[in-house]
């Protein structure tokens, strides 16, 4: 016992340091136009489905004072809330957890190398001051937008389908390996669930996991050793659908934004670009693009104030034209 809690607090302290200099730099303060009551669009509702290795709590960085709600695997509700988020997203809808997150509870045991991950998320949840319950990595179910993503993609948004009144406008948005599952799971999607779509928003969404892996890395024997560490301890796929191969097969007729910034290095633009780039060969009439300059790949939202205000201009124009109320 005494060991657990020694690593328990060795991971608190490594975490703390790990981030400590990142978190010197702070977030922008959200203005309150941007979380006040009149800002709220009541008949939208949002699918979101989160970034690599992010629990659910990732959504409050979008959803100003509301927050975000999730269901653990068992059927226990968590929220998560963030004092400076602005509100661009609106009423997320509550689903099953990924296969990939697993919350503390006295299901969790005191297995050492989760309760590394627990410090180390714990850690992060206080980085980008969002308020939720922590939680650790099962890194053997990583697949990094593969079937499982999509299959657990899938069967949130059908369900989401059928518990949402037919009157309101429903917006699909993904952050990173989100954003790559969002397009692949909607390439995917019969026609009656598609008719239900009225926009999709995509943040930093990649074309491919090899090449997002060759250009975010220095050292490109980095970008290898990465791909082999998600095959043999994860679920990835060398041969899984891509994005890139998703947006040969993407609804025309359902309108997809794109935001991008200029500093990311996790998702360098041009991993983007070539999906946007394919979308518009095939004529794609609704394909919109926001590039942001100075916030980083995990803080688009919050980082930077003139970057928080044109995100917050984007989604509300998108809003207006494409999601007004029936």
Known sequence: MAKS??????????AFAAWKVDRSRPFSECPPIMREESSRRHHIETFFFQGNGQARSQ???YTGPEGIKSLDRRGNEYQAHSG??????HN??????LEDIEYLNMFSGYNPFHMLLLGINWCKLWYFRIESTT????LSNWNVGGKDDVKQHSAGFKEMVQKVDSDKRIVLFGPSRGAATTLISVSQMPRELLERIDLVIVEAPFDTVPSVLKKSVVVPVFAEIQLWLLEIIGKYDPNQVSPLDAVANFPLDIPVAFVTSRPDRRVPINNTKSLIEQLRDRK???????MLEHSRHSSMAVEHHHDQKRYFEFV???YSKYCPPK
């Open 284 to 290: 794609h009439e609704n394909v919109h693009h926001l």
């Open 84 to 89: 400076h988020a602005p509100r661009l997203l």
């Open 92 to 97: 997320v809808f509550p689903y099953y957890e």
């Open 59 to 61: 959504g409050a960085l």
């Open 5 to 14: 809690s020694f690593l328990v607090l060795l991971a608190v302290l490594a």
């Open 135 to 138: 939680y650790f990595n099962v």
């Open 316 to 318: 509300e124009m998108l």
